[in-house]
């Protein structure tokens, strides 16, 4: 991949990220940004854009580091299929850990682990889905790593809102993580297809 697709890869990965967060983070707070003058309005979506870019980089610090470990488990466990058991039981001890492990921290009287069990649930199911498109686009050995970055870096990158338990900050964080991280790995094929 030369330089102009890497160039065009961080910059069409920060526009996806930091527009789609600023959507979101607009319509979670919208009387906020519509109330008062216009310039309220300005400053409030230029914040947004402002923070959810800074989101979509750390997509794509995650991005690289991810290469980076799948290259490096490839030579480690000299298998393609070992490193993918590798990956899926990781998959798992991770969505276990989103659920199980918010439960215990911020769980109230009375409450039951299910309402914890929406948002992995929903990121697992989402990342399934990534993965598909990605292996029907290129090849069935793609699916789990797909799906391991998908799910496993973007809960790692997603770490700094899931400790804060703030709904607006947990949308606000994820959308961005999402759409970059989604937006990368379906895109990155295409960029290093030889012409």
Not at 115 to 126: D, V
Not at 127 to 146: E, H, M, Q, R, S
Not at 186 to 195: G, V
Request: with cysteine; net charge positive; hydrophobic share 55%.
């Amino acid at each position: 991949m030369d330089s102009r697709k890497v160039v065009y890869l961080f910059f069409t990965t920060l526009l996806v990220g930091s527009i789609s967060g600023a959507i979101v983070g607009f319509i979670i707070e919208y009387h906020v940004y519509t109330e008062g003058s216009f310039l309220n309005l300005l400053f409030g979506v230029i914040w947004l854009l402002g923070v959810c870019a800074a989101f979509s980089l750390v997509s794509q610090m995650g991005f690289f580091a991810y290469l980076t470990i799948h290259r490096f488990g490839l030579g480690l466990f000299k298998s393609l299929k070992l490193w993918n058991y590798v990956q899926t039981i990781i998959i798992a001890f991770v969505v276990f850990d989103l659920i199980y492990f918010r439960y215990i921290a911020f769980a109230e009287q009375g409450e039951t682990i299910l309402t914890y069990m929406i948002m992995p649930l929903l990121l697992l199911g989402y990342g399934l889905i990534v993965a598909y498109l990605k292996a029907k686009d290129t090849n069935k050995g793609a699916f789990i790593p797909a799906l391991f970055f998908i799910v496993v870096v973007t809960s790692i990158e997603w770490v700094p809102a899931l400790t804060v338990n703030e709904p607006k900050w947990l949308w606000l964080y994820v959308t961005p993580l999402i759409t970059a991280n989604t937006w990368q790995v379906l895109i990155l094929h295409r960029l290093t297809k030889k012409a």
